[in-house]
């Protein structure tokens, strides 16, 4: 059986991972499982553990840290985030195609550590920065601290896209998974035809 594809959908906070990669994910064609992220922020309101992330302690996290179990992790406004390795290495080899949703330095710590592996990384834009303030000011989840702070970091990120195979524009959610899926079925096919050369 072909191992799977890894695939990260990543880009600035506030540009709509979490929307696209749900619409992404309503092809049952492409074979995708979603790697949850673990983390110590607080469960919010509406969040299932092990849905949106697995909400552990700082000791359960700088447990899976130092057992190298973590293909990147990343501390954002003191909270600790980090995609679990064992899990997606599962999935993988099972044949599923797994996704992960994650913060640009995230993406850059993959890369760098997956160097001989085919990594299929997508940059999420948004239509323009002034767009993105809209959304992040939207969520207003967060005081006006942590909103300059997500600014910031969000601007700074955008001038990254180059590290990533793709960059896709978030103009519209419905246009932004089509043009996704059709990424994901052309990597299907190339990691198909280099297998049976």
């Known amino acids: 059986m072909a191992k799977g594809l890894l ?6 906070s506030g540009v709509g991972k979490g929307t696209i990669r ?12 979603y790697s949850v992220s673990l ?5 919010r309101p509406g969040e299932v553990d092990g ?5 552990v302690s700082e000791k359960e996290f700088a447990d899976n840290l130092k057992r ?24 993988r080899l099972e044949g599923r195609n797994v996704i992960l949703e994650i913060e640009v330095n995230g993406t850059l710590q993959v ?3 997956l160097k001989d592996q085919d990594v299929v990384s997508i ?14 000011r939207g969520r207003c989840t967060e005081g006006e601290k942590c909103i300059e702070e997500r600014l910031k970091k969000a601007k700074k990120e955008m001038g990254m896209s180059a590290h990533y195979k793709y960059v896709v524009t978030n103009d519209s959610v419905e246009r932004a998974a089509s043009e996704i899926q ?16």
Not at 39 to 43: I, M, P
Not at 51 to 55: G, S, V
Not at 69 to 84: D, K, M
């Open 51 to 55: 849905r949106e992330y697995f909400f």
């Open 22 to 33: 749900q619409a992404v994910m309503k092809d049952p064609s492409l074979n995708l499982w």
């Open 123 to 136: 940059f999420l834009m948004p239509p323009s920065f002034q767009d993105l303030e809209a959304r992040i």
């Open 68 to 91: 190298g179990n973590l293909l990147e992790h990343a501390c954002f406004v003191g909270h600790h985030y980090g995609t679990p390795l064992d899990k997606a290495e599962e999935k």
């Open 39 to 43: 983390t110590t922020r607080e469960q």
């Open 182 to 197: 059709g990424i994901i079925r052309k990597e299907i096919e190339l990691a198909r035809s280099s297998m049976t050369k």
């Open 7 to 12: 695939i990260i959908i990543s880009g600035p």
């Open 111 to 113: 890369l760098d550590r």
